[in-house]
C-alpha cells in the first residue's frame, strides 16, 4: 500500500516553454501532498506544501508564479514550471500523506526535468 | 526551526560487515523520525519510523534505528549489508504539531558503498 506515481518520469524542454509534473496517489486518499526539489548529490528541499481544495503554501524564496501547484483531488496534485529556464532543471519528487498514513510522507519516483 | 545532521557524506563497507549511518537532530519537542532510502535517479523508499513507543524500531530490509533522546540522535544500523543496500540513506525530522505540522527537514545524506 501507499503507493505514489509520478508523470512524466523524465522530460526535456526548450526554454521558455511550461512543464506539468503530475503526482498520484495510487492507493489511498493523500490530504495533502509536498513537492520537493533535489540537485545533483544534494539533499531533498521541500517547495510547497499542497492540501486538497485549498491553496498551496510555499516555502520561503520559492516563487508561486514559476511553479504552480494544483491539489483538485485526493488523489492527484500537479506542480506547472511556467517559462522554464535551465536553471529550473532539476529532479521534482513529491509525496503524498493522509491518516491513512499514519502522517507519514510516501515518496514517487521523481522526474528530472532538463531544460534547454 | 528544526535540523537534521547526518555526519557522514560517504561510507563504505564491506559486503557481511555490520553498519551503522549517523543522525542527529534538532527539535524543540519529541520529533517525527524517519529513514528513508534512494537509488540513483529514483524516489525515496520508507526503511522505517519513530513516532512514540519502543526507542528501537525495526524497519523493512533488516535496518533497525534507536531514538536516544539524550543524545538527540536516530541512527540506522543492519548487522550485515548486502550489495543491494547501495544506495544514498536520508535522515528525516517532522514537526509533531505548530505551524510545520507534517513538514519533513532532510538531513545531507549518507552515500553507501558496498565492496564485494
Known amino acids: 500500500g501507499a503507493v505514489v506515481s509520478q508523470h512524466p518520469s523524465r522530460v526535456i524542454c526548450k526554454s521558455g516553454t511550461s512543464v506539468k509534473i503530475e503526482c498520484r496517489s495510487l492507493d489511498f486518499q493523500a490530504t495533502t501532498m509536498f513537492w520537493y526539489r533535489q540537485f545533483p548529490k544534494q539533499s531533498l528541499m521541500l517547495m510547497a506544501t499542497s492540501n486538497e481544495g485549498s491553496k498551496a503554501t510555499y516555502e520561503q524564496g520559492v516563487e508561486k508564479d514559476k511553479f504552480l501547484i494544483n491539489h483538485a483531488s485526493l488523489t492527484l496534485s500537479t506542480l506547472t514550471v511556467t517559462s522554464a529556464h535551465p536553471e529550473d532543471s532539476s529532479f521534482y519528487i513529491c509525496?503524498?500523506?493522509?491518516?491513512?498514513?499514519?502522517?507519514?510522507?510516501?515518496f514517487g519516483p521523481g522526474t528530472r526535468l532538463l531544460v534547454l | 526551526a528544526q535540523s537534521v545532521t547526518q555526519p557522514d557524506i560517504h561510507i563504505t563497507v564491506s559486503e557481511g560487515a555490520s553498519l551503522e549511518l549517523r543522525c542527529n537532530y534538532s527539535?524543540?519537542?519529541?520529533?517525527?523520525l524517519f529513514w528513508y532510502v534512494q537509488s540513483p535517479g529514483q524516489g525515496l523508499q520508507l526503511l522505517l519510523k519513530y513516532f512514540s513507543g519502543d526507542t528501537l524500531v525495526q524497519g523493512i530490509k533488516g535496518f533497525e534505528a534507536e531514538f536516544k533522546r539524550s543524545q538527540s540522535s536516530f541512527n540506522l544500523r543492519k548487522p550485515s549489508v548486502h550489495w543491494s543496500d547501495a544506495a544514498e540513506y536520508f535522515c528525516a525530522v517532522g514537526a509533531a504539531g505548530g505551524t510545520s505540522y507534517g513538514k519533513l527537514t532532510f538531513g545531507q545524506g549518507t552515500i553507501l558503498t558496498v565492496h564485494p
Open positions: 527539535y524543540g519537542a519529541t520529533p517525527y
Open positions: 509525496s503524498a500523506r493522509s491518516p491513512a498514513t499514519q502522517e507519514t510522507q510516501y
